[in-house]
């Protein structure tokens, strides 16, 4: 667990950093690092999901992902939900924080190098993909803090919680996260960063949390397939 330990405190030490820093920044200066952020996710998300399709066993899975996914999430109204915790505690009470949350969330959690790295580290004790993503996650803490402010901290016991969860899994069952399952968990992840940084960009308001469930469709899937093979 040390990797993910390392992983959640450069999510907090970079939230504080950017968090001092978005004391003095001029709006303009947000409202660009507001495009970056959407292009970076718009970017990393599509990659995610097209560099994936090749690796899936079952094509047409990620749309009754989306599908299920989105429909049970509405009902839930989880994007709502979320927004109105958020804005209820932020000061301003703009949407921002929750909008920068959710995004952050994302790009911490749905990538190759959190999802796999703690599954390496249980299997192997090989940290070195939980080291890179801590790295990664640094950087991009500091520039999402010092656009939405402190309240961007939340994002790292998500993670710890997300990756912990992967690295438990693992070390009970080897084959229990398998590369099948990563595939089709990352192309349905890939296109909820690709929503939200279509948000970002004002483009279009996907409400990316309402399709979390969909992550749960594939897993459900493949034990399934398991138990009736």
């Known amino acids: 667990m040390i990797g993910t330990i390392v992983n ?5 030490a970079g939230s ?14 947000k409202n660009v690092l507001y495009t970056g952020l959407g292009l970076a996710s718009v970017a990393i998300g599509l990659n995610a999901t097209i560099s994936n399709f090749a690796k899936s066993e079952y094509p047409v899975l990620f749309i009754v992902a989306i599908a ?3 429909v049970v999430g509405t009902w839930l109204d989880i994007d709502g939900r979320f927004k109105r915790l958020v804005n209820k505690r932020s000061k ?3 949407s921002h924080l929750a909008d920068g949350l959710s995004t952050a969330i ?21 940290n ?6 801590a790295t990664l996650d640094l950087v991009s803490s500091i520039v999402f803090a010092s656009t939405y402010g402190i309240g961007m901290v939340l994002a790292a016991p998500v993670l710890f919680c997300w990756q912990g969860l992967f690295y438990l899994v693992a070390s009970i069952s080897a084959s229990a996260v398998s590369d099948a399952l990563m595939a089709e968990l990352l192309i349905v992840g890939g296109l909820m ?8 960009l004002q483009l279009k308001d996907c409400k990316t949390l309402n399709l979390l469930p969909a992550l749960l469709v594939p897993v459900i899937w493949f034990l399934l397939h398991a138990a009736f093979q």
């Open 8 to 12: 959640t405190c450069t999510i907090i």
């Open 16 to 29: 504080i950093v950017g968090a001092v820093m978005h004391r003095g920044i001029d709006e303009k200066y």
């Open 68 to 70: 299920i996914g989105g």
């Open 92 to 94: 301003d009470g703009t």
């Open 106 to 126: 994302l790009l911490y959690c749905i990538g190759p190098l959190s999802m796999l790295g703690p599954v390496i580290a249980a299997l192997k004790g090989d």
């Open 128 to 133: 070195t993909f939980l080291f890179t993503n």
């Open 193 to 200: 960063i690709t929503g939200s940084g279509l948000s970002l």
